[in-house]
C-alpha cells in the first residue's frame, strides 16, 4: 500500500510539472516540464491517502463505497488512484497504463480542453467538484439518504470546514436514518492552511477540537503524523474500527427496527500540507506549511523570464505566471512590496516555523499530542462516548 501511495503522489507530481519523459527515462530537460505548470499539489498527497486505505477496505469488507474530494482542487490526488487502478483508462482509453498514455495523461491536465484541475464531473466516479469550498459533507449525506448499503468516505478541507455551509453541513448527521440510509464517515484534513493561511481547527487544542465534534454528534478519531508508515498503521486501524462500527451500528437498527440516533464515527487525519514534498526550497519551508499549496517550484521551473538563473538550464518562461504576486507570496508579502501597512510601513517576513533563529517551534504548526489517547501516527483507542436517543426524522 506504501508503494502504491507514493506511485500516487508521483503521478500527482507528474501531472502538474510534466508534459514528457513521464518515466524520467531520460535525464530531465526543460522541454518536459509544462510552461505552466498549474494545479494543487498540498491537497493531494492526504486525498490519495485516504483513497489507498479505502481501497483495502472496499477490497477487505466488499463495501459499497464512494469518495468524496472536499479539497476538490487537490484532483491530482484522485486522479492518480484512479489511474493507477485501472478505472480512468478504461473510462479514456487514450490515456492508457503505459508510458504513451501516461504521457498523454501528464500532458492533458490542467491544460484547456483536457483534464480539468479539480474533481470535474469527468473524473471518473465524482459527484463533488470540489471547486467551490463547502459542500462536501452535503453532498455526502445527499448520497446517503435512501442508499442503505453506501458507505460515501468524504475528505473535508480544514479550509473548506471554514465555510459556513461546511460548518452547518456537521449537523447533517442529525437526519440520517441508520435502517434506511448509507453511512457518512467524515475525514477532516487538519493540514494545518488553506492557500497562504494557518486555520482555525488546526490552531485550536486538541481536546478543543475534540469536544466540538463531540458536540455535533460526532464520535472523533484522531490519526496524526508525519511518518508515512506510522500513520499507515494508525489509518489501517482507525479506518477498520469505523467501517466496523458503522456496521454494528446499522446492524442493530436494521435488526431491532429502531431507528436510534448513533454518534457516526468520523476522522481527524492530521498530517502535512504537501506530504512527503520538498521540505525546503530555496531554504524556505515547504512541505507543511501554506507554500506546498499549489506549485512549489513554479518559480524555480521558470526563472528564465525572472531575475536569477533558470533552475533547469535553458528553460525560458514564454508566459508570464499568472495571478502574478499572489500565488507564490504570502499576503503580508504583497503588502509589505505595495508599502500600505500602516505603522512602520513594513512588513515583516513570518517566520518559518522551525527554522534557525525563528523562536518558532516547527511543532506548533502540527500541535496537540499531548493526550495520551492521541498518538502521533500510533493507533488510537475507541471513545464512542455517550449514545443519545433522540432521533429527528427529516421530512
Ligand atoms: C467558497 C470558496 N472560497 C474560496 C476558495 C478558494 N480556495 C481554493 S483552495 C482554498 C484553500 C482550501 O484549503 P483546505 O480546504 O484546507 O484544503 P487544502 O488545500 O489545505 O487541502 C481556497 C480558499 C474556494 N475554492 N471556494
Ligand atoms: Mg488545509
Known amino acids: 500500500m506504501h508503494a502504491w ?5 508521483y503521478l500527482a507530481a507528474g501531472m502538474i510539472y510534466l508534459q514528457d519523459n513521464p518515466l524520467l527515462r531520460q535525464p530531465l530537460k526543460p522541454e518536459h516540464i509544462k510552461q505552466r505548470p498549474l494545479g494543487h499539489w498540498g491537497a493531494s498527497p492526504a486525498l490519495s491517502f485516504a483513497y489507498v486505505h479505502l481501497n483495502r477496505l472496499i477490497v477487505k469488507h466488499d463495501l459499497d463505497a464512494i469518495f468524496l474530494a472536499g479539497p476538490g482542487h487537490g484532483a491530482p490526488g484522485v486522479l492518480a488512484p484512479c489511474y493507477l487502478e485501472g478505472t480512468y483508462s478504461e473510462v479514456y482509453p487514450n490515456k492508457s497504463e503505459n508510458e504513451e498514455g501516461m504521457q498523454r495523461f501528464f500532458k492533458a491536465f490542467s491544460f484547456p480542453g483536457g483534464i480539468g ?32 448499503d453506501l458507505l460515501v468516505a468524504v475528505m473535508v478541507g480544514d479550509g473548506e470546514a471554514e465555510t459556513g455551509p461546511l460548518a452547518a453541513a456537521w449537523h447533517s448527521n442529525k437526519f440520517l436514518n441508520p435502517i434506511r440510509d448509507g453511512a457518512v464517515l467524515p475525514i477532516l484534513n487538519l493540514n494545518g492552511y488553506k492557500i497562504d493561511n494557518p486555520t482555525v481547527l488546526a490552531r485550536i487544542p486538541h481536546d478543543e477540537l475534540k469536544s466540538l465534534f463531540e458536540g455535533y454528534g460526532w464520535s472523533p478519531r484522531f490519526v496524526e503524523g508525519d511518518d508515512p508508515m506510522s500513520v499507515h498503521q494508525a489509518m489501517a486501524v482507525t479506518l477498520e474500527n469505523c467501517v466496523l462500527e458503522i456496521r454494528e451500528i446499522q446492524r442493530r437498527a436494521r435488526e431491532s427496527g429502531e431507528p436510534f440516533r448513533p454518534r457516526w464515527p468520523m476522522i481527524v ?20 506549511y501554506w507554500r506546498a499549496h499549489q506549485v512549489p517550484l513554479a518559480r524555480q521551473c521558470h526563472r528564465g523570464g ?23 507570496l504570502g499576503l503580508g508579502q504583497q503588502r509589505r512590496r505595495r508599502g500600505t501597512r500602516r505603522g512602520d510601513g513594513r512588513l515583516r517576513r513570518r517566520p518559518d516555523p522551525g527554522s534557525p533563529g525563528s523562536g518558532v517551534p516547527a511543532a506548533r504548526a502540527f500541535s496537540g499530542a499531548e493526550d495520551p489517547l492521541h498518538q502521533r501516527g500510533g493507533p488510537l483507542s475507541n471513545d464512542t462516548g455517550e449514545r443519545t436517543s433522540a432521533w429527528l426524522e427529516r421530512p
Not at 5 to 9: E, G, R, S
Open 269 to 288: 487525519l492530521r498530517t502535512p500540507k504537501g506530504w512527503t514534498g520538498p521540505k525546503e526550497v530555496d531554504g524556505h519551508k515547504v512541505e507543511g
Open 117 to 148: 484541475s479539480h474533481c470535474t464531473p469527468e473524473t471518473p466516479g465524482s459527484i463533488h467538484e470540489g471547486g467551490e469550498l463547502g459542500y462536501s459533507i452535503s453532498h455526502a449525506f445527499g448520497a446517503a439518504f435512501d442508499n442503505p
Open 5 to 9: 501511495w507514493q506511485a500516487c503522489n
Open 306 to 328: 525572472q531575475a536569477g538563473a533558470p533552475a533547469v538550464p535553458g528553460h525560458e518562461r514564454r508566459h508570464p505566471p499568472l495571478h502574478q504576486g499572489h500565488r507564490h
